[in-house]
């Protein structure tokens, strides 16, 4: 008899984004004539960079001539990527990490959800609360976690972010050993210190524990005052995996490239307690398991990396900073106190009251749609999250129509 991984029966319904599109659509259908603006969703609204297109293009020619054409790839990435970004991501800022030790992948989604196949199932987890809802979910596959209670699942200890804390959660009162942390956040938008991130990895060290670090949205940091890798900290090359992605610097969410770092000295123990190394661990899974990011795809992402790549990037970035940098500034005029938009695509709101019946308000009454907070999480209730991801004159009118309802 077949059957079924009863873990599966502990998940949540995947409320949060197909709730809030039902809402919409019985909205849009009773009001016709509203124009509907999304600052919802985390996707992208802009086209790839001209640089990326180019050698998107040229690689599609030389797939279609036999003395060019490429089959399977490397399944880590090809050298000129991988290359590519040691050299542009890290060792431009001074961080010591080498080709061999990047994977390239075909989404950090992908990534953060699987890495935890690496580690035993009595691995105490440490997840924040609000979270990109991955980590949690692949872990209750998993069998990691108990069952859901009041709104949060037994064995799992959660990592409060809160207004008292400013976002950044503390160090968990307790020994656990494998902790999610995401900074720039989603959704909060949250940045980390270099002092604050150095307290973790040494938390990791005493403990024998192992930090994955989701830098996602690393590419909106500005200035040098913020870490916007994990090794920037010394020691955490031992102590921390790192996800990085193409989809929110470049406008990959639908083409797809993404990397994560295992450098060669990360590593876990085994039942014994001696030292296994991750890189090799991690390498045996990705061969078996992938088979490689698209040849153009990867052309694609490596022209991130060229001078006129780099400037349209940055143009890219700095366009949704723009956005985002209005909306705490009309927010904050409205008398809103928040977190987030200024390393981070993301505006992290304090409401009054229940998010959902916020969202429901801007919804009926400024044809605005926002993320209610609580769909992140416990902590997540009495907040809302607003994208910076769409047009200007959205955002602009967004603004005014949110204004007008509250000043
Ligand atoms: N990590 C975080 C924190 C995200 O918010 C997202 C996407 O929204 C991802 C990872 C997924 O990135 P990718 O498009 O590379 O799968």
Known sequence: M??????????????????????????????????????????????????????????????????????????????????????????????????????????????TANIQELFACDTRIAIPDPVYPVY???????????????????????????????????????????????????????????????????????????????????????????PRSIYEIDGAREVAIEFQSFSKSAGFTGTRCAYTVVPEACRAYDSQGDVQFLNAMWNRRHTTKFNGVSYPVQRAAAAVYSAEGKRQTRELTDFYLGNAALIRDRMSTMGFSLVGGEHSPYIWLRIDGDSWEFFDRLLNEASVVVTPGSGFGACGEGHIRISAFNSRSAVVEAMRRIGALFQ
């Open 2 to 111: 077949i059957r079924i991984n009863e873990n599966y029966r502990k998940l949540q319904a995947s409320y949060l984004f197909s709730e809030i599109a039902r809402r919409v659509r019985r909205f849009q259908e009773t009001n016709p004539d509203r124009d509907v603006i999304k600052l919802g969703i985390g996707d992208v609204t802009r086209a790839l960079p001209p640089a990326c297109i180019d050698a998107f293009r040229t690689a599609v020619e030389e797939m279609a001539a036999d003395d060019t054409f490429r089959g399977y790839g490397p399944e880590q990435g090809y050298d000129f990527l991988r290359e590519a970004i040691a050299t542009n991501d890290y060792a431009a800022r001074s961080v010591d990490i080498h080709p061999d030790d990047i994977f390239v992948s075909d989404g950090a989604k992908c990534d």
């Open 136 to 226: 949690v979910d692949t872990n209750v596959m998993a069998g990691r976690t108990g069952e859901w209670n009041n709104g949060r699942y037994s064995n799992v200890v959660y990592l409060d972010s809160t207004p008292d804390n400013n976002y950044v959660p503390d160090l968990p009162r307790e020994k656990v050993d494998l902790i999610y942390l995401c900074f720039p956040n989603n959704p909060t938008g949250a940045t980390v210190t270099h002092d604050q991130l150095a307290a973790w990895v040494r938390y990791a060290f005493d403990n024998k524990a192992l930090i994955l670090y989701d830098a996602a949205y690393a590419c909106y940091i500005r200035g040098d005052s913020l």
